[in-house]
């Protein structure tokens, strides 16, 4: 898997907009890039995945720059329940599983 | 569907004991993952199962730990004999094809 590098935290108030970034600069062409999150005491799940295009879903929206270096995962208006180890994730291709680093850990304060 | 379900959900052991994790992925889902998660190492693979064959073992720790999947429905994991480095929440996750990963709710173990 490619090398991701994000921040090891964040805070955010609640109801605004946070933007997670995601350094990628190894990426290669058929690189997805992935998103999950840890909720406390939970497994992780699934946020967003996208290729080169900007992505929007239910969750979340993700931002991928032109060069796809970088990525952002924007949540629109975080919550308290939105408290979570965030993961950005470059599967190889091929490959099933998913390794996950040490992620960003989000607070959201009321 | 009840998504992927582990037992049991907390297990306490003293060392030297055999353990066994048990998993029941998301019917229909073709593939299927053992996680390890601690503070210090994070969250790693373990093994992972395509059409209950196991295809990649590399992050097993060691000769105590197992992992069988005799059919699509069900999966263990066995740590014979236990010892206290081996106290971590373990994960399953699911999975159809290339889509996304869907995780069970873990299995605390502690061996003291």
């Known amino acids: 898997d490619a090398k991701t590098t994000q921040p090891n935290s964040m805070e955010s108030n609640e109801e605004e907009p946070v933007h997670l970034p995601c350094n990628h600069s190894t990426i290669s062409g058929t690189d997805y890039i992935h998103w999950y999150r840890q909720l406390p005491s939970q497994g992780p799940e699934y946020v967003i995945h996208g290729l080169t295009s900007n992505v929007n879903n239910r969750m979340a929206s993700l931002a991928i720059a032109e060069d796809r270096k970088s990525s952002t995962l924007i949540l629109h208006r975080a919550t308290l329940r939105d408290a979570a180890v965030y993961y950005c994730i470059l599967p190889a291709v091929a490959a099933r599983q998913l390794t996950f680093g040490s992620g960003t850990q989000l607070t959201v304060l009321p | 569907d009840a998504g992927v379900i582990q037992s049991p959900r907390h297990e306490v052991t003293e060392m030297g004991q055999e353990v066994t994790l048990r998993c029941k992925p998301i019917s229909g889902h073709n593939s299927l993952f053992w996680y390890r998660q601690t503070m210090m190492r994070g969250l790693e693979l373990l093994i992972y199962?395509?059409?209950?064959?196991?295809?990649?073992d590399s992050g097993m720790p060691e000769d105590r730990f197992s992992a069988k999947m005799p059919n699509a429905s069900f999966s263990t994991l066995k740590i014979q004999p236990s010892e206290p480095r081996d106290s971590a929440v373990y994960f399953c996750a699911s999975r159809q094809g290339f889509g996304e990963q869907f995780f069970g709710p873990g299995t605390r173990l502690t061996v003291l």
């Open positions: 199962f395509n059409n209950n064959v196991p295809i990649d």
